[in-house]
């Protein structure tokens, strides 16, 4: 966003970005989340919410600045946006958050971090401005 659009590398990171975008959406669970391996989600089976809000920010990021094709990602971020309001609990805390650790483990329904409520304000803010440019 910040790039300035003559940056002689610009392109190179544009396409690095997509080609990331492209494989994150393969990855993406039938739940509409990532887990927490996303080569081995079978590893960690369930569903994991701090690496989906910040998919799910990046990719809707991507169609908001005109960098990712809308059609293709845009049933992406809708999947990963209905999974996560789905994790939010009653009292309003995001679940199924991974610990801050120096490897992944297994979450469930009552595990949260504050970093994760952040990026899940930046996904729905980027959300929000999707759903005002329909």
């Not at 990855?27 to 989340?33: I, S, V």
């Not at 009292?91 to 958050?97: I, P």
């Amino acid at each position: 966003q910040a790039m300035p659009a003559n940056y002689v590398h610009r392109d190179q990171w544009i396409t690095l970005y997509r080609d990331m975008a492209t494989k994150l959406a393969s990855l993406q669970q039938a739940d509409g989340t990532w887990h927490a391996s996303l080569l081995d989600p079978d590893s960690y089976p369930s569903k994991e919410t701090s690496g989906t809000t910040f998919y799910c920010y990046a990719l809707t990021w991507g169609i908001n600045q005109g960098i990712l094709d809308k059609k293709t990602y845009l049933p992406v971020v809708e999947r990963a946006w209905k999974a996560l309001v789905g994790c939010v609990q009653p009292n309003g805390m995001l679940g199924y958050v991974q610990r801050i650790a120096g490897s992944p483990g297994h979450v469930t329904a009552d595990d949260t971090e504050v970093y994760a409520v952040g990026a899940f304000l930046l996904a729905g803010t980027e959300m929000l401005k999707l759903e005002e440019s329909h």
